[in-house]
T-cell receptor, first 111, second 113 residues
Framework: SQQGEEDPQALSIQEGENATMNCSYK?????LQWYRQNSGRGLVHLIL?????REKHSGRLRVTLDTSKKSSSLLITASRAADTASYFC???????????FGTGTRLKVLA | DAGVIQSPRHEVTEMGQEVTLRCKPI?????LFWYRQTMMRGLELLIY????????DSGMPEDRFSAKMPNASFSTLKIQPSEPRDSAVYFC???????????FGPGTRLLVL
């Protein structure tokens, strides 16, 4: 699998439900970032979690990082239709500037 | 802050033509990245500049692609000659340093006929 591979590839939920997306990576990292991309737009940074952190919160977002399993999860609570977008994780390959983006999870929140 | 600015937002050209994409990073950022996004390959890093110097261009697909950063506030990505397989969305991103949050521009949607 690729560095920063997200799972699932697509997710469809009802408004108000929680959405969980997972990311796996291969190399050692300094940090892992999650980005959102609305259709036809650029990527927007959501949250950065460093390798020595296990959990981080930002509003309705909760990110966890397990460096022993080389995996991360993004939880969006109480989802809204406006959360409909693609979500990408990005990891710095071997702790360098070279961020590798995953293939993304396409989230659809139904009103 | 205006964010990262890219131009043009859309470009349609014919095979063989030269294409120049432009990027203005966020003021004060010393790292600049060019990415290409396609359905088949996802988001790929093409080249990375630090303090206006190209550090890694290993992602540049072919010699037809070149990038410059003549100063801290401007970068170009040039494709000459362009081919239909170059059709993609090209993003520029900047960050305070290479290891921090990257701020993306809106992208240039390129279609080569």
């Amino acid at each position: 699998s690729q560095q920063g591979e997200e799972d699932p590839q697509a997710l469809s939920i009802q408004e108000g439900e929680n959405a969980t997306m997972n990311c796996s990576y291969k190399t050692s990292i300094n940090n892992l970032q999650w980005y959102r991309q609305n259709s036809g737009r650029g990527l927007v940074h959501l949250i950065l979690i460093r390798s020595n952190e296990r959990e981080k919160h930002s509003g309705r977002l909760r990110v966890t990082l397990d460096t022993s399993k080389k995996s991360s999860s993004l939880l969006i609570t109480a989802s809204r239709a406006a959360d409909t977008a693609s979500y990408f994780c990005a990891t710095d390959e071997d702790g360098t500037y070279k961020y590798i983006f995953g293939t993304g999870t396409r989230l659809k929140v139904l009103a | 802050d205006a964010g990262v600015i890219q131009s043009p937002r859309h470009e349609v050209t014919e095979m063989g033509q030269e294409v120049t994409l432009r990027c203005k990073p966020i003021s004060g950022h010393n790292s600049l990245f060019w990415y290409r996004q396609t359905m088949m390959r996802g988001l790929e890093l093409l080249i990375y500049f630090n303090n206006n110097v190209p550090i890694d261009d290993s992602g540049m697909p072919e010699d037809r692609f070149s990038a410059k950063m003549p100063n801290a506030s401007f970068s170009t990505l040039k494709i000459q000659p362009s081919e239909p397989r170059d059709s993609a969305v090209y993003f520029c991103a900047s960050s305070l340093s290479g290891l921090e949050t990257q701020y993306f521009g809106p992208g240039t949607r390129l279609l080569v006929l």
